[in-house]
């Protein structure tokens, strides 16, 4: 692998996924606040994970692997923590499962198969975005996301935009899988 293993960006990856079992802890005991903290520190790492290693000229191979298994292991735990409280649809957590698992096992098939390890598509951080806006507005105790229909409206979007980003990563697997060059 290219890139230190241990530096700052690829531990803001791993604590993001160590903060998911004590967000689902603090969201089911009803203490929404400190859950809602968490939140915020996982989204901001996630945020500076990447621009730091930008900065620092840290990329690695590791931090190409752990900062979207991190986005689809929190993405998965907490639809399905809402699933199983019933605040979410079946067919919404299912789609996010099964899209994060091809996405997760099609990336590991060209990894092995071409020896390519590919980034991120922008389509799918925004559809991390809007997911992230609807859990906020899902958690986050205020008025106004209980009066509107915030959440349904960032979970169409979310379910629009993960789509988009799922046909963009099935394009860019096939182009791949048949011989096109791929620059990360």
């Known amino acids: 692998m290219k890139g230190h293993i241990f530096n700052l960006p690829n531990s803001l990856s791993i604590l993001r996924i160590l903060l998911i079992p004590w967000f689902i802890y603090y969201l089911d005991a009803g203490q929404t606040h400190i859950a809602l903290i968490i939140m915020v520190v996982a989204l901001l790492s996630d945020w500076f994970d990447g621009q730091m290693a930008r900065w620092?000229?840290?990329?690695?191979?590791?931090?190409?692997?752990?900062?979207?298994?991190?986005?689809?292991?929190?993405?998965?735990?907490?639809?399905?923590?809402?699933?199983?409280?019933?605040?979410?649809?079946?067919?919404?957590?299912?789609?996010?499962?099964?899209?994060?698992?091809?996405?997760?096992?099609?990336?590991?098939?060209?990894?092995?198969?071409?020896?390519?390890?590919?980034?991120?598509?922008?389509?799918?951080?925004w559809a991390v975005g809007f997911v992230s806006m609807m859990f906020i507005s899902m958690v986050w105790p205020l008025p106004v996301f209980?009066?509107?229909?915030?959440?349904?409206?960032?979970?169409?979007?979310?379910?629009?935009?993960?789509?988009?980003?799922f046909v963009e990563y099935c394009i860019r697997f096939y182009k791949i899988q048949k011989g096109a060059e791929f620059k990360a």
Request: aromatic fraction near 18%; proline fraction near 4%; include cysteine.
């Open 146 to 165: 209980r009066q509107w229909p915030v959440k349904e409206f960032f979970m169409y979007l979310s379910a629009a935009t993960l789509f988009y980003s």
């Open 56 to 125: 620092t000229n840290e990329v690695s191979d590791m931090g190409k692997i752990l900062d979207p298994l991190a986005d689809k292991l929190c993405l998965a735990s907490v639809a399905l923590y809402y699933l199983w409280k019933g605040e979410l649809p079946v067919w919404f957590v299912v789609f996010v499962v099964f899209r994060d698992l091809v996405i997760f096992l099609g990336a590991a098939w060209i990894r092995h198969r071409h020896n390519v390890l590919t980034t991120s598509l922008w389509p799918g951080k």
